[in-house]
């Protein structure tokens, strides 16, 4: 792992009155490593994530997202990020190749560019005969490939993904993750909020929050032996049982 630090927060703070929705929350994350950021619900994930995509403008605090500071630089920070909602991000009445066009131009990459990266992306996912169908028409588990795909198509320094495999096969999610370890080998940081717990195993370094308060922050591994656990799910479980958010 790179010691290359992408994003860094200290004591960053989001509050709605007198909900505390993240409390304080500091940490680092480098570049190439895939780290999984994860919280029952309720617990202050996705506050916290749109905070660093430069979308919710934190309440205190600080941070830097590939060197661009949160409050006075989000536009940098949207162009230097890839990202893939939890929802499904892509456009569904729109076939992949006008998705990849779309999405091309928006990330401020030149007609050839486009073309050029259009071509590899569509022989590497083997789409060659679907390229002109709408993406409303394939099966979750492409369009999840495929929208993961677009989202690093610009080659970002980190993509950010907020439960990218809710909903589909095993297998699928195997696929899936095989991309995260391609993108990560390549140098993207890869931000991942996940519910399944097997795939915190899967993640360099992981964060648990609880009631909006980051409670544990290391390797799986390095979890697992502090808590002395046997899995990532009896570590969850030790730690969100006694959330008083989410119930």
């Not at 927060?9 to 190439?32: P, Q």
């Amino acid at each position: 792992m790179n010691n290359e630090i992408v994003i860094k927060t200290d004591k960053l703070t989001k509050k709605f009155g007198d909900f505390i929705a993240a409390n304080e929350i500091t940490f680092k994350v480098f570049k190439g490593e895939i780290f999984g950021f994860l919280g029952a619900n309720g617990a202050g994930k996705t506050t916290a994530m749109k905070m660093l995509i430069g979308i919710s403008k934190p309440s205190s605090g600080n941070a830097t997202i590939a060197g661009f500071d949160v409050y006075k630089e989000t536009e940098k920070i949207k162009k230097s990020i890839g990202y893939m909602s939890q929802k499904f991000s892509l456009y569904e009445d729109l076939t992949i190749n006008e998705n990849i066009q779309l999405f091309g131009g928006i990330y401020g990459l030149s007609d050839d560019e486009i073309e050029k990266r259009r071509s590899e992306l569509i022989d590497k996912l083997n789409l060659q005969n679907e390229a002109n169908k709408l993406v409303g028409s394939l099966p979750l588990g492409w369009k999840q490939k495929l929208a993961f795909s677009i989202a690093i198509f610009h080659t970002p320094k980190i993509v950010f993904l907020d439960e990218p495999t809710g909903g589909v096969d095993p297998i699928t999610r195997r696929q899936f993750w095989d991309m995260i370890y391609e993108a990560s080998h390549n140098g993207i940081t890869v931000f991942v909020t996940t519910h399944y717990m097997d795939e915190a195993e899967y993640c360099d370094r992981v964060s648990i929050m609880v009631d909006g308060v980051i409670k544990a922050l290391d390797s799986p591994a390095g979890l697992k032996k502090q808590f002395n656990a046997n899995s990532m799910d009896e570590v969850f479980i030790m730690l969100a049982r006694d959330a008083k958010r989410g119930k």
